[in-house]
């Protein structure tokens, strides 16, 4: 869609409506309204940013999980996937200043991001992701299954070690404790979901929300934010590169780690 068309089919809409004269609620009624049919014609990006002005809860309608991604398109490409994930967690820290709490639909991407931090050697940074997903989850205990729990408690060991942490946190100890409580009740109720035998940390992004959302195995990039034709762009977006191994007349060799799978390259740079 060129910018004009752009401007005439949401951009001046909505401006419209946001310099009316009306009372608070109306005009959030208003607007919340505008992105829905927004969303029902296929406008995504414009649709979130209706919800974004009307400080709309994550997940609360129907498509808002990730801001300017069309969850019906699961999983994106990892830089489109990054870049959505840094935008969301930031409209949820806006939220929480109003109402102090994180938005539990958001987590599961939150530790998506941790795994790509994990891969990427940034322990310290995953761990401190891990306590705020672990704080999340014993906010709205009710909101996320045992499976997921066990995601973050086994990444949390893993990143522990790592670092050569040997006492475990108090916000560990509740998230076990809360893991411990949720199968004993799968034990007494035989309807309740089985354990799953999960990883402690997907390969990237992308295989994260392919094992919690959606299943879907063919990665695709959100119309909304673009196709990164660049080759150096989808190098870094297939690849995490590593350590350099040696250098000669036809370029560089790096380590590296092939995001779909995990398995380990040697990736050849001019």
């Known amino acids: 869609m060129r910018h004009s068309d752009t401007y005439k089919v949401w951009c001046l809409p909505l401006m419209r409506l946001l310099c009316l004269?009306?009372?608070?609620?109306?005009?959030?009624?208003?607007?919340?309204?505008?992105?829905?049919?927004?969303?029902?014609?296929?406008?995504?990006?414009?649709?979130?940013?209706?919800?974004?002005?009307?400080?709309?809860?994550?997940?609360?309608?129907?498509?808002?999980?990730?801001?300017?991604?069309?969850?019906?398109?699961?999983?994106?490409?990892?830089?489109?996937?990054?870049e959505a994930i840094m935008r969301t967690e930031t409209y949820e820290y806006v939220l929480?200043?109003?109402?102090?709490?994180?938005?539990?639909?958001?987590?599961?991407?939150?530790?998506?991001?941790?795994?790509?931090?994990?891969?990427?050697?940034?322990?310290?940074?995953?761990?401190e992701y891990c306590e705020t997903i672990t704080r999340?989850?014993?906010?709205?205990?009710?909101?996320?299954?045992?499976?997921?729990?066990?995601?973050?408690?086994?990444?949390?060991?893993?990143?522990?070690?790592?670092?050569e942490q040997e006492q475990e946190p108090e916000w560990m100890l509740e998230l076990q404790e809360l893991h411990s409580d949720k199968a004993a009740d799968a034990d007494v109720n035989s309807n309740a979901e089985p354990e799953q035998n999960v990883s402690p940390a997907s390969s990237d992004a992308v295989s994260e929300i392919q094992d919690i959302r959606t299943g879907m195995s063919r990665p695709v990039m959100s119309p909304d934010l673009g196709i990164y034709t660049d080759p150096e762009d989808q190098l870094n977006s297939r690849y995490a590169l590593g350590d350099l191994l040696g250098k000669g007349g036809?370029?560089?060799?790096?380590?590296?780690?092939?995001?779909?799978?995990?398995?380990?390259?040697?990736?050849?740079r001019e």
Not at 65 to 81: A, E, M, N, R, Y
Not at 101 to 109: D, E, G, L, N, R
Not at 141 to 162: A, T
């Open 21 to 82: 004269n009306a009372a608070d609620d109306e005009h959030r009624e208003a607007v919340i309204k505008m992105g829905d049919d927004f969303d029902y014609r296929g406008l995504t990006y414009a649709a979130h940013i209706c919800y974004v002005v009307a400080k709309v809860e994550l997940g609360f309608r129907g498509q808002f999980h990730l801001i300017g991604c069309d969850s019906t398109t699961f999983p994106f490409g990892v830089k489109v996937l990054k």
């Open 96 to 127: 929480s200043l109003t109402s102090g709490f994180a938005q539990p639909s958001f987590q599961v991407f939150k530790l998506c991001n941790t795994s790509r931090l994990t891969l990427i050697a940034l322990y310290d940074i995953a761990l």
């Open 136 to 163: 999340a989850v014993l906010s709205f205990p009710g909101s996320f299954k045992r499976s997921f729990l066990k995601r973050v408690l086994m990444l949390s060991c893993s990143l522990q070690k790592k670092l």
């Open 250 to 268: 036809f370029g560089a060799v790096f380590e590296g780690v092939r995001c779909e799978d995990g398995k380990r390259k040697m990736i050849c």
